[in-house]
């Protein structure tokens, strides 16, 4: 059974900068796909951005130039130094990742770290 764990969410200024991490364990032959994705409240759940396994990132518009996701494949990490936070940027920040064991594919879930972003 994989797990991911996620670390590094909590309260911050306007303006300032956390890190999150995520920490995939268990029987992993591959990932592909690692990402971040947030829920605000009365809000669906979206995503903020996503790396490949080759490196290939990708962003939602409204974190361009503020957020960026890198990986230790050696860890099975995945990080998101975000900068610059807003207001809006308050939601529960959750950990996906797209690993295959053999032909078949999986997309297991962190269990989410709550990233407040004060005015």
Not at 31 to 50: F, S
């Amino acid at each position: 059974q994989v797990q991911l764990v996620e670390s590094g969410g909590g309260l911050v200024q306007a303006g300032g900068s956390l890190r999150l991490s995520c920490a995939a364990s268990g029987r992993i032959f591959s990932i592909n796909e690692m990402g971040w994705y947030r829920q605000a409240p009365g809000k669906q759940r979206e995503l903020v951005a996503q790396i490949t396994s080759g490196g290939s990132t990708n962003y939602a518009d409204s974190v361009k130039g503020r957020f960026t996701i890198s990986r230790d494949n050696a860890k099975n990490t995945v990080y998101l130094h975000m900068n610059s936070l807003k207001p809006e940027d308050t939601a529960v920040y959750y950990c996906s990742i797209v690993y295959f064991n053999g032909p078949a594919a999986f997309r297991p879930w962190g269990q989410g770290t709550q990233v407040t972003v004060s005015s």
